[in-house]
């Protein structure tokens, strides 16, 4: 499985999108492009054993 991060291009495309970050309160605002990429590689993953599991199965 071949998992590729968010590009520069697809981020300045997406980035309007997402709603406006909050003001500084307390914590650092986390990288959202981090984060992004982070629950897209959980997501992918996840995904992909689940296929797996299911053709080992049959």
Known sequence: ???R????VLWESMEPSLPSQKPHTGRLCANMKKLMN???????TR???KRRS?????
Do not use: H, T
Request: glycine fraction near 4%.
């Open 1 to 3: 499985m071949l998992f």
């Open 54 to 58: 299911q053709e080992i199965r049959i």
């Open 38 to 44: 982070g629950i897209l590689y959980v997501v992918m």
């Open 5 to 8: 991060e968010i590009d520069d």
């Open 47 to 49: 995904l992909y054993v």
